[in-house]
């Protein structure tokens, strides 16, 4: 097991205990920063997320206190490039698992991300997460944008299992209208009862198992464009099964919940 020292203001080493958690195969190294002790780093993030030199995740978030006394803790999200981003879906629900796992919270969680307050049930195997109201679907011709806490560009294509993901993506988020901010890109096929999703991640830079606001983007963008109509939406993704619920008037979706298995997988102790 690797061991990674951080250097105190003394420049004394001091080891880190860290976790790692998956929910549908998108996986996070999880920190218990609640004394501090863990400075943002991007190069030293970057370096643990990476699958050869590191621990390997797609990402990494701190667990804090937050100074919202309502909450029982605050999320800190870093992708695996090492900078810091936008909410995670998957990524909260593991946090709150990993808060259960700490004796933080019990049934129920509240907990400030970047995108503001969200509320959590807990199951024995499931975690659900309340997500953040969406007040727009923008149409881009016969794609989709919308903002579940982070930006999701929506591509409805036929045999989603055939595509390169990757490639076909990383053309999305780089070209000209995301070129400054990028956005995530998720591909989906909706077959009968059921949306198959694959997804390109900003900040991974390639495809994942799947991303909690990209399929919660892609139960709305699909209910909107009346591809998909019966609740709650089940989602298939290559790490696993989700479904995401929520009230709709016109344009407005609110109380979204996304749902599904979250689970510790590894404790360690980072050394470098
Ligand atoms: N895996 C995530 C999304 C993480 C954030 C994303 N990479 C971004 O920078 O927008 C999820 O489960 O939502």
Redesign the pocket.
Known sequence: MKIVYLRTFYNEKMTVKFYKYQGTG?DFIMIDNREGFFKNNTKLVNRLCDRKFGIGA??LILLENSEDPEDDFKMVYF?SDGNQ???????GRCLVRFAEFLKIVDKTAIFTAIDGKHHAKIEADKIHLQMQDVVEVKELGTDYFLDTG??HHIVFTPEVHQLDVKKEGAAIRYNDVYKTEGT?VNFVEPQEGVLQVRTY????EDE?LS????VTAVAIASTYAKKYNTLPVKIETPGGNLEISFKQKGNQFTDVWLSGPAEQVFEGTILC
Do not use: A, F, I
Not at 201 to 204: D, I, L, P, Q, T
Not at 211 to 214: D, H, L, R, V
């Open positions: 998108n797609d990402g992708n981003s936008t909410m995670c879906g998957n990524g982070s930006p995530n991640e900003r900040g991974v994942t991303c909690g606001t990209g």
